[in-house]
């Protein structure tokens, strides 16, 4: 491996300088350049000391005149995208080479990207064939993205599922208490994602698992304005004992239920004992 973790390096196309923050696969590095990460191929980066060397080859230093501090710029943040798209989440193939020198995808990066201008707490959970096999709770920031675990990507024949439940760090009265969603992806879905990012020159697809933050629903109350004023009687059902018709008594004339030695009476006693009941 040309880079190791922390070494400083010139993005080529761009000519800005960052640092290897971590190693992705023989191909790839992750480069941090004023405070975005972004995955590169080696082949785009260099080291800067030669480009340092011949710029300031034969000049001489010039005299810098005196700043104070309050005339010294605030140091310019690299820009950020601030476009609204919702949550996603990314996966970045981490590619070796087998014993026949054919590209391989061993491993899986899994990260969370927020693209909102809103901070959420999120629990996380990941399963083969519904069995857990990797829970985590934690928030991830407006407009930033949070690196969840890598996942072996000969386990994409076990049907992982990604479970998310989304609340808003600081909690709106007009929003949900919270969102649930999960993906759930197929080996030839996956396969066919990673055939069009290599022909594309990409280094990571990605899924949208939140568009926007839903509403509260509003619980719909029942009018009941209109059943009084059609003539019905309306009461709360804490009084609705107290409105209800005494139950009817019934008696069962059967001679059998009046008399247990019933058997030497005749026809006219039967009736008599009845009608006394």
């Known amino acids: 491996m040309k880079f190791q973790v922390g070494d400083k390096v010139l993005v080529l196309h761009s000519e800005e300088e960052g640092e290897v923050v971590d190693i992705i696969n023989n191909k790839m590095v992750m480069v941090d350049v004023r405070g975005v990460k972004f995955p590169a191929y080696i082949d785009q980066l260099d080291f800067p000391y030669f480009k340092r060397f011949t710029e300031n080859k034969n000049i001489a230093p010039a005299k810098k005149p005196k700043k104070y501090i309050d005339e010294v710029p ?12 919702g949550i996603w989440i990314t996966f970045i193939p981490v590619v070796d080479t087998d014993e026949f020198g054919d590209e391989v995808v061993e491993d899986l990066k899994i990260h969370l990207v927020n693209q909102t201008g809103q901070a959420y707490k999120f629990e996380y959970s990941f399963d083969y064939f519904g069995d857990p096999d990797f829970e985590l709770v934690n928030q991830v920031n407006p407009y930033q993205d949070f690196y969840i675990h890598d996942m072996p990507f000969e386990n ?4 992982p599922s990604f479970n998310f439940v989304f609340s808003l760090l600081h909690p709106d009265k007009k929003k949900a208490d919270s969102y649930e969603t999960s993906l759930k992806l ?3 879905q996956v396969f066919s994602r990673i055939q069009e990012i290599r022909q594309k020159g990409e280094a990571t697809f990605s899924y949208k698992i939140l568009d926007q933050y839903p509403d509260r629903q509003v619980e719909e109350k029942l009018d009941i304005s209109m059943l009084n004023n059609s003539g019905y009687k309306v009461y709360s059902a804490s009084s609705a004992r107290q409105h209800l018709e005494p139950a009817k008594y019934e008696l ?3 001679i059998e239920k009046l008399s247990s030695d019933y058997k030497g009476f005749s026809n006219f006693e039967i009736l008599t004992l009845q ?3």
């Open 275 to 277: 009608l006394q009941a």
């Open 156 to 159: 994409m024949n076990d049907s």
């Open 252 to 254: 069962d004339l059967h």
């Open 74 to 85: 605030r140091e310019k943040q690299a820009p950020k995208d601030r476009t609204d798209t």
């Open 186 to 188: 197929k080996p030839k």
